[in-house]
């Protein structure tokens, strides 16, 4: 197990810095500099800024400094439009933001998703089924960025329920609607995967012959069947995490939530390159950790996979 | 009269018909409901994207000054003022806004889904025909591909290339071709030990003409089935970065700016600046949905 876990390590790594020198190279081939803009600034001030944030140094120079502070000091630079701002703060202020949301809508993913499936698959041909293929086929044609204007105008101006933006500190009435419109795609998804699988773990011959062995269903589902039937789940949830990752930048400005996608976009707008570069490493180390612990648990789960 | 009776091929009229591959798949694909309920709303709104233009009375850019202002009441769908989805806030005709967003959204779908055929079924192909360290090479920079997060990367392209409809085509078609390559490579390996591959391979048929030649066409109806179900998720991510601001810009729109529009706007009681783009937006994915289903249905051989 170690040594799969060391093996699989040795790939992140060198993805991670792909993905850095990916962005950087994008950064650096940026036409113009990144100080130009629609005032009459003079060359040599330009020029003076470029040398302050290092920009003037060669390009191995400058990617080799920024990957050595993101790994000794977990300082992923400055902003290049506000003096006072890094990325390091706008990450201390939205990542809890994000965070929160992200962990319920992922919750409510697995949980009533794989529910859903589970007995969708048990009840085969009943109302319920129908129900849960009826809401995973619907979920298809409403990703987050149409689900949330749908929420907020049937829940917060026709029934007037809940608030239809802000955060006010995570207050639960905030919480809600961002959670439902970043999580139900997803709940859809899995409970689609979960629903297959179980038919098919059903259907198998080692469930068959816990049958024919005369073991309860309740003991043939829990013991024999659930394990396997939610592997496929399992390895949907890397994908499903940075879905849920890009998701956020849609809730964060539907919402406005304060969130890390906020920040992302209004980099995107101000051509801020070293919010977008900072983020878009952040949240791309990130994405490959997570990839890194749902390929441990299942391979600690299955064990049809050696390592 | 010799010639004329060589000709005649009246006889072959009491041979027994068979059956190819192609027409079994289409006779189940053309008695699927769902899926023909598909394809006509597809072609719906595919003839909305053509004519739609033609046919409006305003032009997608034109202002109409007469609305400007009190859009809540004049700018309302209405068939006396030629505004038949009525206006945006700025006065500019919704139905003719929205034939052009549907337009670029199809179109953006489309070229994701042929980049995806070319590229994706060509390269997976060539890594599950030649095998070993190649596929091991191949199928590693498409793993690593996979695990970045591609919509950040992509922004960042739109933002640093500049905005535009060409660097759109650009970008999605940078991801659109990896589980392509994944799922051509699959069935590459199933076809590898044919023995029709082999007697090419026998007769000393060049490596990359068996691809082309034996291999590609045995792949197509997996390859036609994926591509269908492609084109909603490349719409959505088109639809996604235009939703943040960051897609097509003014005055092109496509179906995820004018839902960001209409979303901004519903506050304001002119509900149906998101409806139409909405509708058409449901309305299309759910045909694309359906008909790549009812595809799937009528290939895939297992149901026989």
Do not use: C
Request: no cysteine.
């Amino acid at each position: 197990m170690t040594a799969f876990i060391i093996k699989r390590l040795l790939v992140a790594i060198p993805i991670l810095i792909l993905l850095i020198v990916l962005t950087f190279v994008l950064m650096y081939s940026a036409p113009g500099s990144p100080f130009a803009s629609e005032r009459n600034i003079s060359p040599q001030v330009i020029a003076n800024l470029e040398r302050e944030y290092g920009l003037d140094r060669p390009f191995l120079a400058q990617i080799g400094t920024y990957i050595w502070n993101i790994v000794t000091d977990f300082d992923f630079g400055p902003s290049f439009i506000y003096r006072d701002q890094d990325v390091n703060d706008l990450i201390a202020q939205g990542f809890p933001v994000t965070l929160t949301y992200g962990f319920w809508a992922f919750v409510l993913a697995v949980t009533v998703g794989g529910t859903l499936g589970i007995v969708a698959a048990l009840r085969q041909n009943t109302w319920l089924d129908y129900l849960a293929v009826g809401i995973s086929i619907g979920a298809q044609v409403l990703p987050n960025f149409v689900l949330a204007p749908i929420l907020v105008l049937v829940f917060t101006l026709w029934l007037g329920w809940l608030p239809g933006g802000g955060w006010q500190g995570g207050q639960w009435q905030f919480v809600i609607l961002p959670v439902v419109a970043l999580g139900t795609s997803f709940m859809a998804s899995i409970a689609r995967i979960a629903r297959a699988s179980m038919l098919e773990v059903l259907s198998s011959n080692f469930i068959r012959t816990a049958r024919a062995k005369g073991l309860p269903a309740r003991r043939i589902i829990l013991r024999h069947a659930l394990k396997p039937a939610l592997l496929p789940v399992i390895s949907y949830l890397g994908p499903a995490f940075v879905g849920m990752i890009t998701g956020s930048v849609v809730i964060d400005i539907y919402f406005s939530t304060g969130g890390i996608g906020q920040f992302f976009v209004a980099s995107a707008l101000n051509r801020d390159y070293g919010v977008m570069m900072g983020i878009t490493v952040l949240l791309g180390s990130l994405t490959i950790l997570f990839n890194l612990l749902v390929d441990v648990a299942y391979a600690w789960i299955d064990p049809k996979i050696r390592y | 009269m010799r010639s004329a009776t060589l000709t005649d091929t009246s006889y072959l009229a009491d041979a027994p018909q068979g059956r190819s591959l192609w027409a079994d798949a289409r006779r189940r694909f053309f008695a699927n409901r769902a899926a023909m309920a598909g394809l006509i709303a597809l072609t719906l709104v595919a003839a909305f994207a053509i004519i739609g233009p033609l046919v409006a009375p305003w032009d997608h850019e034109e202002i109409d000054w007469a609305v400007l202002g009190q859009v809540e009441t004049l700018g309302r769908p209405s068939l006396e003022t030629g505004h038949w989805f009525g206006t945006d806030t700025l006065g500019r005709d919704l139905f003719a806004r929205t034939a052009q967003g549907t337009q670029i959204s199809l179109m953006v779908g489309l070229v994701g889904a042929l980049i995806a055929v070319f590229v994706g079924t060509l390269y997976g192909a060539v890594a599950g025909y030649f095998g070993g360290r190649v596929d091991g090479a191949m199928m590693r920079t498409v793993d690593v591909l996979m695990s970045i997060p591609y919509m950040f990367v992509l922004i960042l392209l739109l933002v640093v290339f500049g905005r535009s409809v060409l660097m759109l085509f650009v970008g999605i078609g940078l991801i659109s071709w990896l589980d392509m390559a994944r799922i051509a490579r699959g069935q590459t390996l199933a076809l590898k030990g044919k023995e029709f591959v082999e007697a090419a391979v026998a007769t000393g048929v060049h490596p990359f003409r068996i691809i082309l030649r034996h291999i590609v066409p045995n792949l197509l109806g997996v390859v036609i089935v994926y591509a269908t179900l492609l084109v909603p998720s490349m719409i959505i991510y088109e639809s996604f970065i235009s939703f943040l601001g960051l897609g097509v810009q003014e005055p092109l729109t496509s179906w995820g700016a004018l839902i960001n529009e209409g979303s901004a706007e519903m506050r304001n009681g002119t509900i149906w600046q998101l409806a139409f783009p909405l509708g058409f937006f449901v309305v299309g994915l759910f045909g694309f949905f359906f008909v790549g289903d009812g595809l799937r249905d009528a290939l895939d051989p297992k149901d026989r």
